[in-house]
């Protein structure tokens, strides 16, 4: 009979006296319940952000003497990561720690909650009756109790069905139907607003801030990883309908369509991305509808006399007349079979040649023609997302556009959508866990 403990440490407990102390106080209360009478395995599991002090943390767990038949394994599972990338990760790692003579213990008492709840999913569907929950109630805890406890598996996967249901809709954009669910649940008012910030993206509503605040507390107290915090903080500009972080929103929102398989939202979606991203770099902006040069640009090009309008193929010829003026002076042609006419240019000149060259290219102009198939569009082309890759030279529409995005810097370093289905889950274990605690 094997008997492991799995035990998340996260990055904040480094905060704590010891980092040792909550784990030793379990294991005295593990001990003192159950008969164990071979080696005992602590299986402790840290987050990518810690991976330097691993080393350091292992050598304070060596000083639990106590137990002189403790057995250490570390484990880095990458929680900055999407859902289903965790979760093939704890897949992995369970594959090989679990045994059909194992008796699992799982500290739910530290670490990121929904974490916990996904190696408490994945362990229940085949080791239920060999799954032993440990927890503990700060709000109960005396200076002279240990406070762990047992919680039944069964009580605490009891939603097991409204966890996958919730997490299904908020995984592919339904934040609406997942709403229906919680609120019919739990009535949760934080709950409720997480929800309607996520179904206001995909209604391309984002400009209501206590939103942005919802989310940063809901992250921030459950230990987000301080780039997600900082991102948070800066798509606050949408508030102000900033160009650039409207830009990441686009790319985020196209990337979201376009691994969902839903084409025809994704081709509506990254036309507007493309506009927004020559307007962007032709060094414009749009300000109560009228085009203005856009503040803080390093370089770009001078308003055209005369109106133009606000379309895409508008902004496509003053950019081919700018790379005629630059082609007249310094009286060279510029062509994409001469790279080293191109390679002679510097800075924003070569920028622009390179931006010429992009969208004059056939296949990326049948790509932004897919739009058509939109709502708005001609028609419904049944296209699949091999044909769009390869428009895209064999990648992803939004993989194909980073190179020049990056020129700008105006690829997003976080996902929005997914930061805010992060939190969904973060709160929907949360609800999880206090029905659990209160059963």
Known sequence: MRHLLIHQYDYLEGNQASPTENIEKLLHDIFATNKIDSPFEIHIVFSEEIVQDVKNILEQFEFITFYNKVNFTPHIIRLNKDFQSVIQQIEQMLSKIISPDSTIYLDLSNGNRTFQHMIAHELSQQNINDLILFSRNEKELSEKSRGFYAIAANDYLSDEKIYHHVKDFVVSGNFKSAKKIIN??????????LLDFGNGLFQLDVFKGKYFEVLFDVLSNHGAFEKELEFIEEMKQLLRKDQRQFIYFLYDLSNFYFEENRLIDFSVIYYRLIEEFLLFALGWDIKKKQLRIRSNRKFGLDLPKDEIGQYLHKYEK???????HIQTKHNIK????RPEVISSLKGEEKIYAQLYFLFKD???NRLLDLRHNGVGGHGFEDLTKEEYIELSKGVTPNEFIKPYLDMFDLYPKQSLIKLIQKAVLIELDQQLYEGAIAT
Do not use: P, T, V
């Open 334 to 337: 510029i062509r994409k079979d």
């Open 362 to 364: 056939k296949d990326f």
């Open 318 to 324: 003053e950019l081919r007349n700018h790379l005629k």
């Open 184 to 193: 019919n649940k739990w009535g949760n008012e934080r709950f409720s607003e």
